[in-house]
């Protein structure tokens, strides 16, 4: 199973930014999505999750209204656009899949990608 996460960067405060997590090595839309985010020093925290068909979401509070995930199972693909970035997101950002909607036991992982937002 890979999760290959991607869309990464280096934005200004206010500024979006989509990110991508394409699955292979497993049967996508049997799997519950979500996105996760490490910033330096600090823990792990989950950010987004989406049910198998996208009709169930879930966001952490610090990034409700701001933050928008989604799936396309044509293309084994999951997202998350972030809007109205801030300093405070700045983190590496992963991509998991769990069996279990909100669980958060997580079978698979992606290796991250690096989102920076100055102020």
């Known amino acids: 199973v890979q999760l290959q996460a991607s869309g990464g960067g280096l934005v200004q405060a206010g500024d979006s930014l989509r990110l991508s997590c394409a699955a292979s090595?497993?049967?996508?839309?049997?799997?519950?999505m979500a996105w996760f985010r490490q910033a330096p020093g600090k823990e792990r925290e989950f950010v987004a999750a989406?049910?198998?068909?996208?009709?169930?979401?879930n966001y952490a509070d610090s990034v409700k209204g701001r933050f928008y995930i989604s799936r396309d199972n044509t293309k084994n693909t999951l997202y998350v656009q972030m809007n109205s970035l801030k300093p405070e997101d700045t983190a590496v950002y992963y991509c998991?899949?769990?069996?279990?909607?909100?669980?958060?036991?997580?079978?698979?992982w992606g290796q991250g990608t690096q989102v920076t937002v100055s102020s």
């Open positions: 998991a899949a769990d069996k279990v909607w909100l669980r958060h036991e997580y079978d698979y």
């Open positions: 090595g497993l049967i996508f839309n049997q799997y519950v």
């Open positions: 989406i049910s198998l068909t996208g009709a169930s979401t």
